[in-house]
């Protein structure tokens, strides 16, 4: 399991919460999106980074108050592995409180066709 705690910025404009957790030697090679997330990963597959689209309107989603977006003070990134399922969760630190976004497990090992 690793936790990293992350770089973030919340535009107002876009409504898009951009968390980037990546190294200074780490770049991103590729991008998917599973619903408003869109991942960032690097060319090993390791998940370096995360934006949120319509941010105001996906928190209330998992129970977090949309107005706190303008609170943030800190981000950390979970990703855990096992049995070739992928596990993500985001937590949110804000003023006066904790908050989570758990995402569903993926599973890792490609279909066959």
Known sequence: MQNKEC????SDLDDSLIVSCKEENENVKER???????FNLTGKGKIVGVQ?????EVFPEYNIDPN????????NLITAQKNGLLGIALVFMFRNQEAKI???LMNLTPRAH
Not at 7 to 10: I, M, P, V
Not at 68 to 75: A, T, V
């Open 7 to 10: 770089k973030f910025s919340y």
């Open 68 to 75: 706190l977006l303008n609170e943030l003070k800190n981000i």
């Open 102 to 104: 758990s995402i569903p």
């Open 32 to 38: 998917f999106n599973f619903g408003n997330f869109v």
């Open 52 to 56: 949120i689209l319509d941010a105001s």
